[in-house]
């Protein structure tokens, strides 16, 4: 089995290493690269193309918000995952619509990061409790508005046409040459964007959008 591939994003040097030595205790995970700020982890994302980046949110030249949107839109592979102390809800909501897997803070037990990195991998949604509280709180209190065909991107209106049409997530890999992995993440996104939680309420809710 291949080694998981990580990538870490932090602006502080103590933090990195220390992640760093933490997560290559584990023989199935490798650290690839680290980067002290968004603009960066973007960069070396694009080159390296790592299994799963962990994100800091609150750092220079470019936050990881924004760092994270454009690494799910130019190797949306790459799974994204928020590392950070703080869980302000406008950063967790930014950042899972802009195709992070996940939310974690940064007191969480070793066991538990190497636990999400697998999660992630498998194109679980990661995040803790409360978190997903803020998160389906917020969601549903934006349901009223709506959402369009334009708050999904062209790989999930990619997805959403072949789930429509009943294929299963082997039969989309295999369409879109997306691995399996990729396709579950898509599919997550998609789910947390319409406020659903299986297949069946997605294409039911998909369809009175008019998909």
């Given at each position: 089995m291949n080694k998981i591939r990580v990538l870490l994003a932090d602006d502080q040097r103590i933090i990195l290493d220390g992640l760093k030595a933490l997560l290559e205790m584990n023989t199935l995970i490798t650290v690839v690269d680290m980067a002290d700020n968004g603009e960066s982890a973007y960069e070396k994302t694009l080159k390296i193309r790592p299994d799963v980046v962990l994100m800091d949110i609150r750092m220079p030249k470019m936050d990881g918000v924004e760092a994270t949107r454009l690494i799910k839109r130019d190797a949306p592979e790459t799974v994204v995952i928020m590392l950070t102390t703080f869980d302000d809800d406008e950063y967790i909501i930014k950042a899972m619509t802009y195709g992070a897997?996940?939310?974690?803070?940064?007191?969480?037990?070793?066991?538990?990061?190497?636990?999400?990195?697998?999660?992630?991998?498998?194109?679980?949604?990661?995040?803790?409790?409360?978190?997903?509280?803020?998160?389906?709180?917020?969601?549903?209190?934006?349901?009223?508005?709506?959402?369009?065909?334009?708050?999904?991107?062209?790989?999930?209106?990619?997805?959403?046409?072949?789930?429509?049409?009943?294929?299963?997530?082997?039969?989309?890999?295999?369409?879109?040459?997306?691995?399996?992995?990729?396709?579950?993440?898509?599919?997550?996104?998609?789910?947390?964007?319409?406020?659903?939680?299986?297949?069946?309420?997605?294409?039911l809710q998909l369809k009175r959008m008019g998909f």
């Open positions: 897997s996940g939310y974690l803070l940064k007191d969480i037990g070793s066991e538990k990061l190497i636990e999400a990195i697998m999660d992630g991998m498998s194109g679980s949604i990661i995040l803790p409790g409360n978190v997903a509280a803020k998160i389906t709180s917020r969601l549903n209190d934006d349901a009223s508005s709506g959402i369009t065909m334009g708050d999904f991107t062209q790989r999930e209106l990619d997805i959403i046409s072949l789930m429509m049409k009943g294929m299963t997530n082997r039969e989309i890999s295999e369409d879109l040459y997306l691995s399996i992995g990729t396709v579950k993440n898509y599919i997550s996104q998609i789910y947390l964007k319409i406020d659903v939680n299986d297949r069946a309420k997605a294409v």
